[in-house]
């Protein structure tokens, strides 16, 4: 097959970068987009990358209009990575700035849905294309203090799954990847990351006086959650993800089977990457089955009697 045309965005560090350089290594060509050029990566450059400017932040009429100017630089794409955003600030529901979560689902979501748009178009003309979101474990697995980003990255995820149900007659692949907990800079874009210093970390008006339980209410969640993965010894590889990734869109590797052109299931629309992502969505599934099965009887419970039917005939 001749090379592939993808556009990668969030390209600056991180998994990102890992995609887009994995990319360019195999041969396809790749657009990479970073919100600065100072922030373009001297090594994608190297390996040939066409660097883009892209606020998520801005208007919706200038990110459909950097979308384009993607589409027109080789005159095709085949890959769309999804893949930049940030998280905004970790704080309990009650602490949090209004402004925060509006800040996540823009970038995060309004954005991603804006830019992606006319790739829609585009592959949908042609009837071929993959669409791929960065999604997060914390879309489905919720902990505390993490309500923006979850937020956004659930909303990523319904996203993902109404674009497979519209696109899969037209042979066009939408799927949401799931990192669990991953070595990037993620964390440093949110307003309350501090460094860790010492044991304790340091004290900050950041964390809360009152949602003081480090577990169940998520207290310096910023810096818990790394010491935890640290201790223990489970974190997730960049560049790993980026061959999983790869070989989600060429059907070879670990995914060869697992893709609809090898006899895999079109429904297969999410993949979890790292094993605290697979054992936490695994167990939400259970927790979820026994929700369901304990209200049985109550959601059995609310349909309008047969007898009663004849007086719906509009539904």
Not at 21 to 26: I, L, Q, S, T
Not at 163 to 174: A, P, W, Y
Not at 239 to 268: F, I, M
Not at 271 to 295: H, I, S, T
Request: net charge negative.
């Amino acid at each position: 097959m001749s090379e592939r045309v993808w556009v990668v965005t969030g390209v600056s560090s991180g998994l990102g970068l890992a995609i887009a350089a994995e990319v360019a290594r195999r041969g396809d060509k790749v657009i990479g987009t970073v919100r600065s050029l100072s922030k373009f990566p001297d090594s994608l450059r190297e390996a040939g990358v066409v660097p883009l400017t892209i606020d998520f932040a801005s208007s919706d009429a200038h990110i459909v209009e950097v979308a384009r100017t993607a589409l027109a630089v080789y005159g095709w794409v085949d890959v769309l990575i999804n893949n930049a955003g940030n998280t905004t600030s970790n704080r309990p529901v009650e602490e949090l700035r209004i402004e925060d979560i509006r800040s996540n689902l823009q970038v995060n979501f309004y954005g991603v849905v804006a830019f992606s748009q006319p790739f829609i178009t585009h592959f949908r003309e042609r009837r071929t294309g993959h669409i791929i979101n960065v999604s997060s474990v914390g879309s489905i697995v919720n902990g505390p203090a993490w309500l923006p980003y979850t937020a956004s990255k659930a909303a990523l995820d319904v996203f993902t799954e109404t674009l497979t149900h519209e696109l899969k007659l037209f042979n066009v692949r939408v799927v949401s990847v799931m990192p669990g907990y991953f070595s990037t800079n993620i964390f440093q874009s949110s307003t309350d990351w501090r460094e860790i210093s010492g044991e304790n970390g340091n004290n900050s008006s950041t964390m809360s006086k009152i949602y003081t339980d480090r577990v169940t209410q998520g207290y310096d969640t910023i810096n818990e959650l790394p010491r935890s993965h640290i201790a223990s010894g489970q974190i997730g590889d960049p560049e790993k993800l980026a061959t999983r990734v790869y070989e989600l869109v060429t059907g070879t590797g670990l995914l060869k089977n697992l893709v609809p052109e090898n006899g895999g299931k079109w429904e297969w629309n999410r993949v979890p990457l790292g094993p605290d992502c697979g054992v936490a969505l695994g167990n939400r599934l259970k927790e979820l089955k026994d929700n369901v099965d304990a209200f049985e009887e109550v959601w059995r419970s609310t349909d309008v009697e047969p007898e009663r039917l004849k007086s719906f005939s509009r539904g």
